[in-house]
């Protein structure tokens, strides 16, 4: 894919935009559902004489894992990474949160990963690990890792991640650096 020049004779969108989806997550938020819908089965259908305690607690937390799978799969269904001039916004999911924006100004550098795998990080989501700095991963393959001027990182699983490092380099040649020097 080659850029081509724009009217303000930057090769670049004024606007970039990716997406990163990763469609196993659908296959949890499934498992989510059927602990909910197994929940709401023994709310209904259970005869309720056999002891309402140990029912009820079988029944709030068939509901309240099947909420929390559901839910916490389906915010990570994919990412959606926004770049115009000033900043670089990233949501997650359909909701878009959690959200993350970090003006450009904040950002010393900008660099290409091939390979940004779930295991490197924890598993999927929004990950902090103190020696690594923050991610967002959706699914392994390529992303981008920015180098803040606080002297941290933040990885983001992209498609088409060294297009949006061209960009983000390309905005960073004429930002003033963020911190007094």
């Avoid at 700095?133 to 699983?157: K, M, P, S, Y």
Wanted: glycine share 10%; with cysteine; net charge positive.
């Amino acid at each position: 894919m080659r850029d081509h020049p724009h009217a303000d004779g930057s090769p670049h969108p004024e606007v970039w935009t990716g997406r990163a989806t990763n469609r196993i997550q659908w296959l949890l938020a499934l498992v989510g559902a059927a602990c909910m819908a197994l929940g709401i089965e023994l709310a209904v259908d259970s005869a309720w004489t056999s002891g309402i305690a140990p029912l009820a607690m079988s029944v709030v937390g068939c509901i309240a894992a099947g909420l929390l799978v559901l839910f916490g799969t389906l915010a990570f269904v994919h990412v959606d990474l926004k770049l115009d001039r000033e900043s670089l916004e990233v949501r997650c999911g359909h909701i878009g949160l959690p959200r993350r924006r970090i003006p450009l100004s904040h950002v010393a550098g900008a660099d290409f990963t091939a390979l940004v795998t779930p295991r490197q990080w924890g598993g999927w989501g929004y990950r902090w690990r103190p020696e690594k700095g923050t991610a967002v991963v959706v699914r392994r393959g390529e992303g981008i890792v920015l180098r803040l001027w606080d002297g941290h990182t933040f990885t983001i699983t992209v498609d088409n991640a060294e297009s949006a490092v061209r960009v983000i380099r390309d905005r960073l040649r004429t930002i003033t650096p963020g911190p007094a020097r």
